[in-house]
């Protein structure tokens, strides 16, 4: 058991799981750093039931979600107004307003395409305050629901539902915005 | 049925995220063979979720730990190991 010698192997594996979440360098190296130091104050607590690699990248999930709960907690935005669901369908019957058009790109072009993810970044920060939140833990940051509920303190019930207005207003927006061919903003 | 692109296009969002029950995932089969508008919803949502889940790994393949950082680290450590 040597700290120093965890830093050597998984340093740069804590780092990048932490840069992905965190996506701020001095964020990131701050989680490894306390990560560390707190596998060490309680290494008596490995089992050796799994390798150091996933014992440490568990600890620092765990540093994550404090750091996003802290954050959430700060921002208090519990009061938000969030976007009607309904305004996306028709109140008489359910049945789609602007019926869904089929896309044409090809997925793994749009991989490699930064200008169709400058667009869903827009279209990100348009959302409302809670949906941006979960949808960037969720499919930015690629947490699981599991762990957004713990750090949102909401349930999973919950998550879905902002998940699946954030997917809502999300193919709207790219609709207009990229495939549309409508030049974004 | 009622309301059901609406429902639909809440079930396409939570097969992302749980495994759908038996009856969920008929009603979803069933509703998608007849409605296009849910279909291409179903797509592009499940698409977007992918090529997130692709990009996130691209981006963060070649990232590592900065050198000055890593000294920073280390040192912390070396304190902490003093105590």
């Not at chain 1, 305004?87 to 490699?112: E, I, R």
């Not at chain 2, 429902?7 to 008929?26: D, G, Q, T």
Request: proline share 3%.
């Amino acid at each position: 058991m040597d700290p120093q010698q965890w830093l050597t192997e998984h340093g740069d594996i804590l780092y990048r799981f932490a840069m992905q979440r965190a996506q701020n360098e001095e964020l990131a190296a701050d989680l490894v750093q306390e990560t560390l130091l707190a596998a060490w104050k309680s290494k008596d607590s490995f089992s050796g039931n799994s390798t150091i690699r996933t014992w440490l990248i568990g600890i620092l999930k765990h540093k994550w979600i404090d750091y996003l709960r802290k954050e959430i907690r700060q921002r208090d935005h519990a009061t938000l107004a969030e976007g009607d669901p309904t305004a996306w369908f028709d109140p008489n019957n359910g049945s789609w307003l602007k019926k869904p058009q089929q896309w044409h790109d090809d997925p793994a072009s749009l991989c490699q395409d930064t200008q169709f993810f400058q667009v869903l970044q827009t279209c990100v920060q348009h959302l409302p305050e809670k949906q941006r939140l979960v949808f960037d833990m969720r499919e930015l940051q690629g947490l699981d629901s599991d762990e957004i509920c713990k750090a949102c303190d909401v349930s999973a019930t919950n998550v879905h539902v902002l998940l699946h207005r954030a997917r809502l207003a999300l193919q709207q927006c790219l609709e207009i915005h990229w495939f549309g061919g409508k030049k974004p903003w | 049925m009622k309301h059901a692109c609406e429902e639909i296009s809440r079930l396409a969002s939570e097969k992302l995220e749980r495994p759908l029950s038996f009856v969920e995932r008929v009603r979803l089969r069933l509703h998608l063979l007849m409605c296009s508008a849910c279909r291409h919803y179903d797509a592009h949502i499940t698409k977007l979720h992918r090529i997130l889940k692709t990009r996130q790994k691209n981006t963060w393949s070649d990232v590592r730990l900065p050198s000055d950082k890593r000294e920073k680290i280390k040192a912390s450590l070396n304190d902490s190991g003093d105590e």
